[in-house]
């Protein structure tokens, strides 16, 4: 009904900001439950499948936030579990409309007497990967899918904006990969495995 009233459509899409968090059922499980309710928490990964499937139906795409360092918690296996439920999402639904972009953890609410996430103290490559795999997506299926839609058809400003997308967007992967190289080889493999399993 708001797509109707929004006059939503295939030239109108309508984008909205929601939280994915995290595609460790753990998390999920411990911190935000209810996030899910009346489903469980081992159910995780369809309910994110199927709202991102029943929303682009809809002509919405979701711009999802994860949250790296939730809580100080997050084991490397969290963070495989959200470069999994990404790359699965992108092959079991390859025409799927979504951004993911990481965020680290901000202590409030119920876990306000929490420390802040410190990214750049960690020494779990995991986290890299978590932002590498989802820049891949973004520039992968984001500027290169259906951001190129924007603007008028055959202008200068939506070729221009287009060929700027795609020349910069790669260049935060190859940073990432660089700050890699910078850690050593635990890093690295990280990159590696994604570019081998998850690309």
């Given at each position: 009904n708001l797509s109707?009233?929004?006059?939503?459509?295939?030239?109108?899409?309508?984008?909205?900001?929601?939280?994915?968090?995290?595609?460790?059922?753990?998390?999920?499980?411990?911190?935000a439950d209810r996030k899910l309710a009346p489903y469980k928490p081992e159910?995780?990964?369809?309910?994110?499948?199927?709202?991102?499937?029943?929303?682009?139906e809809n002509y919405w795409i979701p711009a999802f936030?994860?949250?790296?360092?939730?809580?100080?918690?997050?084991?490397?296996?969290?963070?495989?579990?959200?470069?999994?439920?990404?790359?699965?999402?992108?092959?079991?639904?390859?025409?799927?409309?979504?951004?993911?972009?990481p965020l680290t953890f901000i202590p409030i609410g119920l876990l306000e007497k929490s420390k802040f996430y410190d990214i750049g103290s960690g020494n779990d490559p995991t986290q890299l990967g978590v932002m590498y795999k989802t820049w891949q997506h973004n520039f992968k299926y984001g500027i290169k899918k259906f951001m190129t839609k924007t603007g008028q058809s055959g202008s200068f400003?939506?070729?221009a904006f287009n060929?700027?997308?795609?020349?910069?967007?790669?260049?935060?992967?190859?940073?990432?990969?660089?700050?890699?190289?910078?850690?050593?080889?635990?890093?690295?493999?990280v990159i590696d495995k994604i570019k081998v399993q998850y690309w």
């Open positions: 109707k009233i929004t006059n939503a459509g295939p030239s109108n899409l309508t984008g909205i900001q929601c939280g994915l968090e995290t595609g460790s059922i753990r998390l999920i499980e411990k911190y159910e995780w990964h369809w309910v994110v499948k199927e709202a991102v499937k029943t929303l682009n936030t994860l949250i790296m360092g939730l809580d100080n918690d997050e084991t490397p296996e969290d963070g495989w579990e959200t470069i999994r439920l990404i790359s699965e999402l992108e092959q079991e639904q390859p025409d799927s409309m979504f951004t993911a972009t400003r939506r070729t060929s700027l997308a795609r020349t910069l967007g790669n260049l935060p992967l190859r940073a990432m990969e660089k700050f890699a190289r910078r850690r050593g080889p635990k890093f690295e493999r």
